[in-house]
C-alpha cells in the first residue's frame, strides 16, 4: 500500500512481541478481543533473543566449565573443554525452542501477527513497514510494548569486533583472553561472571563508586565480593575515553590508564524504544 490508501481495520493493536507485549495479546486474545500483534524483528523481543534467555543458557554454560576449580578442594578432579562455536549453536537452539512456542501460543489464540516497523501518524492510525512496503492500520485500542535498545557511547562506537555490545558477547565463537567490560549494572556483572568462569582475564569499568549502583549497598557488597573471588578486577569511578591499541584508556581520580584490553564490551545500559514510535 501507498501514504493516503485506506487503512485496514484493528480491534487491538499490540506494537511489539516481547514479553510485555505477546503476553499482553495472549490475555487480549482470551478477554475475546481480536488482536493484531506488530513486530519489526523476533517474536520475544529483547529477553528472548538477546537478552535473559540467552544470557541464563550461558550463564550455565559457564557454572558448568568452572566446575573443576569449585569441586578441586573436595579431593575431586575433573577437567572440562569448552567450544565456543558449538556454545553458541546451543544457545541458538534454546532460543529457536521458545519463540517457535511463543509463534504457536499466538496462531492458537487467534492473534494476528505482522512483521515490520510501525509508527503512530495519527491518534488511531498506525503506519508500518515492511520490506519497501507500508500499510496503514487503524485501531480501537493499542498497546505500545516497544522495549528497549542498548546505550551506545559516542567515544567507544560498537563495531562487533574490538569493541562490542551485549548481543555479540551472548553469541561470540571464542572466549576472549582479556575483557573489559564498561557498565557495571547487572548485564556487565552478569557477562563478567560468566567470561570470567569460562577463562577470560575480566575487568569491569564503573563511572560510579561501586558495581550495581542502582541497588541496595548489601547487595553491592556481596557481588563486589564474589566477582574479586573470581578474579574479576573493579574499576570503579572510571569513566572509559577511548580505545586503541594499547587497549582501554579510561580516567579517574588519579588521571589516566589504559587497561589492556582484546574485547571491549559497551554494556553501559539500555533507553526505550518508545521514542521510534
Same mark, same amino acid.
Given at each position: 500500500?501507498?501514504?493516503?490508501?485506506?487503512?485496514?481495520?484493528?480491534?487491538?493493536?499490540?506494537?511489539?512481541?516481547?514479553?510485555?507485549?505477546?503476553? %499482553?495479546?495472549?490475555?487480549?486474545?482470551?478477554?475475546?478481543?481480536?488482536?493484531?500483534?506488530?513486530?519489526?524483528?523476533?517474536?520475544?523481543?529483547?529477553?528472548?533473543?538477546?537478552?535473559?534467555?540467552?544470557?541464563?543458557?550461558?550463564?550455565?554454560? %559457564?557454572?558448568?566449565?568452572?566446575?573443576?576449580?569449585?569441586?578441586?578442594?573436595?579431593?575431586?578432579? %575433573?577437567?572440562?573443554?569448552?567450544?565456543?562455536?558449538?556454545?553458541?549453536?546451543?544457545?541458538?537452539?534454546?532460543?529457536?525452542?521458545?519463540?517457535?512456542?511463543?509463534?504457536? !501460543? &499466538?496462531?492458537?489464540?487467534?492473534?494476528?501477527?505482522?512483521?515490520?516497523?510501525?509508527?503512530?501518524?495519527?491518534?488511531?492510525?498506525?503506519?508500518?513497514?515492511?520490506?519497501?512496503?507500508?500499510?496503514?492500520?487503524?485501531?480501537?485500542?493499542?498497546?505500545?510494548?516497544?522495549?528497549?535498545?542498548?546505550?551506545?557511547?559516542?567515544? !567507544?562506537?560498537?563495531?562487533?569486533?574490538?569493541?562490542?555490545?551485549?548481543?555479540?558477547?551472548?553469541?561470540?565463537?571464542?572466549?576472549?583472553?582479556?575483557?573489559?567490560?564498561?557498565?557495571?549494572?547487572?548485564?556487565?556483572?552478569?557477562?563478567?561472571?560468566?567470561?570470567?568462569?569460562?577463562?577470560?582475564?575480566?575487568?569491569?569499568?564503573?563511572?560510579?563508586?561501586?558495581? &550495581?549502583?542502582?541497588?541496595?549497598?548489601?547487595?553491592?557488597?556481596?557481588?563486589?565480593?564474589?566477582?574479586?573471588?573470581?578474579?574479576?578486577?573493579?574499576?570503579?569511578?572510571?569513566?572509559?575515553?577511548?580505545?586503541?591499541?594499547?587497549?582501554?584508556?579510561?580516567?579517574?581520580?588519579?588521571?589516566?590508564?589504559?587497561?589492556?584490553?582484546?574485547?571491549?564490551?559497551?554494556?553501559?545500559?539500555?533507553?526505550?524504544?518508545?521514542?521510534?514510535?
Amino acid at each position: 500500500m501507498v501514504v493516503g490508501e485506506v487503512a485496514s481495520r484493528a480491534d487491538l493493536l499490540v506494537v511489539g512481541a516481547g514479553p510485555g507485549g505477546y503476553a %499482553a495479546a495472549l490475555n487480549a486474545a482470551r478477554l475475546g478481543r481480536e488482536v493484531t500483534l506488530v513486530e519489526r524483528a523476533e517474536l520475544g523481543g529483547t529477553c528472548l533473543n538477546v537478552g535473559c534467555i540467552p544470557s541464563k543458557a550461558l550463564i550455565e554454560v %559457564a557454572d558448568t566449565a568452572a566446575l573443576p576449580n569449585r569441586v578441586a578442594g573436595w579431593g575431586v578432579t %575433573a577437567s572440562v573443554e569448552v567450544d565456543m562455536s558449538a556454545v553458541r549453536s546451543h544457545l541458538s537452539r534454546v532460543v529457536e525452542d521458545l519463540t517457535g512456542g511463543i509463534a504457536q !501460543l &499466538l496462531n492458537r489464540a487467534g492473534v494476528r501477527v505482522v512483521p515490520g516497523t510501525a509508527r503512530f501518524s495519527r491518534p488511531d492510525r498506525l503506519a508500518i513497514e515492511h520490506d519497501g512496503d507500508l500499510q496503514h492500520l487503524e485501531f480501537h485500542h493499542a498497546i505500545v510494548a516497544t522495549g528497549s535498545r542498548p546505550i551506545e557511547l559516542a567515544d !567507544l562506537p560498537v563495531d562487533g569486533e574490538r569493541v562490542v555490545g551485549s548481543d555479540d558477547l551472548l553469541f561470540r565463537d571464542d572466549v576472549p583472553e582479556e575483557l573489559v567490560l564498561v557498565g557495571g549494572g547487572y548485564v556487565g556483572v552478569e557477562l563478567g561472571c560468566a567470561y570470567a568462569k569460562l577463562g577470560s582475564r575480566v575487568t569491569i569499568v564503573e563511572a560510579e563508586s561501586r558495581v &550495581l549502583p542502582g541497588f541496595d549497598d548489601r547487595i553491592g557488597r556481596a557481588v563486589t565480593k564474589g566477582l574479586r573471588d573470581l578474579g574479576v578486577g573493579l574499576c570503579c569511578d572510571h569513566m572509559a575515553l577511548a580505545v586503541d591499541d594499547a587497549g582501554l584508556r579510561v580516567q579517574g581520580p588519579d588521571g589516566e590508564m589504559v587497561l589492556p584490553a582484546q574485547v571491549v564490551g559497551v554494556v553501559v545500559g539500555r533507553r526505550p524504544n518508545s521514542d521510534t514510535v
